[in-house]
């Protein structure tokens, strides 16, 4: 099964209002964090080089938990989303 179907598995809840991802300081993304780690680590492509910013596209997030520690000036504010929302895993 390739990845593309298994992503299709997932179901996702987006909540509207509040992302449960923030980058906390977006300048150090464009002028302290040169390697920019986070367009490569992300599974679901969540963090997009943008003109001048770093976008989060946090309707995506697969919640595995990796920016909480792979960004490397610790510059990203990661929580589970709010009860109810975020992804669920359909096996079989
Ligand atoms: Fe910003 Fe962290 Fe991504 Fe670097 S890895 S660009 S500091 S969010
Ligand atoms: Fe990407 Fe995982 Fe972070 Fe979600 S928790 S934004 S899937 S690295």
New binding site residues.
Partial sequence: MKIEDKLFLDRFKVDEEESH?KITDGQICMKACPEQP?LY???????RLEQDHIS?N?E?????????I?CPNLN?E?RFPKGGYGISHKFG
Wanted: some cysteine.
């Fill in positions: 991802i986070c680590f992300c599974p679901a492509n969540v963090y989060v946090y995506g997030c697969l919640e595995c938990g990796s920016c909480r792979a990203i990661w």
